[in-house]
């Protein structure tokens, strides 16, 4: 094994190597292949991709504008992106020549840019040995290596940033997620005319979005798609757990495996009425509420708080709602969620909390007052089945009276699956009741007015 490297330079003899390959002939050829090298082809190999890289985190060949890999979650893609780029620096790409020089980075928020695609465990600096690692100035929004070759983050929310600049190529993470996806990447098409062939990166998770679908079909776009299962070094208890839990239900396939998974038939919201009534920030509010659909249990595996806030203000003299942030969360202790419920309340200082009680009764109350004993709360009871209860409410999207004020990539999906067989019987939808109780009290409450009861 050992004998098989020679005295040849690692750089001819890798190529036909491959840490996949070698992990599978046992520990000790393991053993005498790695005691076989110098200090020097160690150091070599450690930070030669082409060696770790499973073979759908390489770029394809040929000639191509748009490299769009999709994968699940843990899947190896943010690593695949980045080395992707460092190839460009380095010079390393057949088509990059002595290297790109001005580079987009561009995520869903200036935070994800740096703490996934720059600071992040596969970011990249991580991924850059010491004498080539690139230097973060946060202010300047920028990362500059040794040679010389500059990297710009962007952030989706501000597509017209992306205006001035020129770039060699362009790394696009979590393209799916992106608040303004249409504009941005427009803007990015424009930026991109350094070089002979300017290109760029796409890695996300897949959604159903007639951006991606754009993609898809372009004849430049060339796709690879990556599985977490495939990704061997995330632990196995994590990978029992998702496949278990997920494996086979449409969750599962789009967010594990990378698949796109259309609408399903019967679910009451659209990706495509979804994708109309994303906005900017909202008018002036008349109301604001933080409705909750509380867990009917606590810890690790309990089920989500569903917390969605939202507002309201009127537009010729019709009342419109307006999705403010979705701040779910899943796995905590009834204090733990109160308090999260609370931080909304604050932020965005709210008029009134509403939260459902059919789980907990006046114990979801009592939460809440220790949380904040000042915070108004409306306990909301439901005598009707939740596809009932949202359907109006998914007629008010249709209406274009609600609005998004930005992307809400977990709440979007439950809402587009929501009232299938599938869904139903594997998933309990937090988020989505969480949102009618809120919809349903800026806006359905309002319409009907007072009850009056007769007098006997």
Not at 372 to 399: F, M, W
């Amino acid at each position: 094994m050992a004998g098989s490297l020679g005295s040849a330079p690692l750089t001819k003899a890798v190529p036909v190597l491959r840490a996949e390959a070698i992990a599978r002939l046992g520990a000790k050829k393991i053993r005498v292949f790695s005691d076989g090298l110098t200090p020097a082809q160690l150091r070599y190999l450690t930070w030669h991709w082409p060696f770790w890289a499973r073979n759908n985190q390489l770029p394809p060949s040929g000639v191509w504008k748009t490299w769009l890999l999709m994968g699940g979650r843990g899947s190896g893609k943010t690593r695949a992106g980045a080395e992707w780029i460092r190839a460009q620096v380095e010079g390393r790409s057949p088509l990059s020549g002595r290297g790109c020089r001005r580079i987009a980075l561009v995520a869903p928020t200036l935070l994800d840019a740096r703490e996934v695609m720059i600071e992040g465990e596969s970011g990249l600096r991580r991924c850059s040995p010491a004498y080539n690692r690139p230097a973060f100035s946060p202010s300047r929004r920028r990362l500059e290596w040794p040679n010389g070759a500059v990297a710009y983050i962007f952030s989706s929310e501000d597509p017209d940033s992306l205006r001035g600049p020129q770039f060699d190529c362009a790394w696009c993470d979590e393209f799916c997620s992106w608040t303004h996806v249409e504009r941005t990447r427009d803007m990015l098409r424009f930026a991109l005319r350094l070089g002979l062939l300017p290109r760029m990166v796409v890695t996300t998770t897949p959604r159903p979005i007639a951006p991606l679908r754009q993609m898809l079909t372009d004849p430049l776009t060339v796709t690879s798609r990556a599985r977490t299962m495939e990704n061997r070094l995330l632990p196995d208890s994590f990978l029992s757990e998702i496949e278990a839990r997920y494996g086979g239900t449409f969750l599962g396939r789009q967010e594990l495996d990378g698949e796109v998974i259309e609408d399903h038939a019967g679910a009451l919201w659209s990706r495509d009425c979804l994708a109309e009534i994303i906005t900017g920030q909202p008018p002036s509010l008349e109301r604001i509420v933080v409705a909750v659909d509380p867990p009917a249990s606590s810890g690790e595996k309990a089920a989500e708080c569903g917390i969605i806030v939202a507002g309201m203000a009127k537009r010729e003299g019709q009342a419109q709602a307006w999705v403010l942030a979705d701040r779910t969360v899943q796995g905590m202790k009834p204090e733990a969620w109160a308090r999260a419920v609370m931080t909304a309340y604050e932020d965005f200082n709210a008029d009134q909390i509403v939260a459902e009680a059919n789980q907990g009764g006046e114990m979801v109350r009592t939460v809440l007052g220790l949380a904040n004993p000042d915070a108004p709360i409306k306990l909301v009871h439901a005598s009707r089945g939740k596809h009932v209860r949202a359907t109006p409410i998914a007629a008010l999207y249709e209406q274009k009276r609600v609005h998004h004020c930005g992307r809400f990539a977990a709440l979007e999906d439950q809402m587009c699956t929501f009232g299938t067989v599938e869904f139903t019987a594997t998933n309990s939808p937090d988020r989505v009741d969480a949102l009618v109780w809120a919809i349903t009290s800026l806006v359905l409450d309002l319409k009907r007015g007072p009850r009056l009861r007769p007098l006997i």
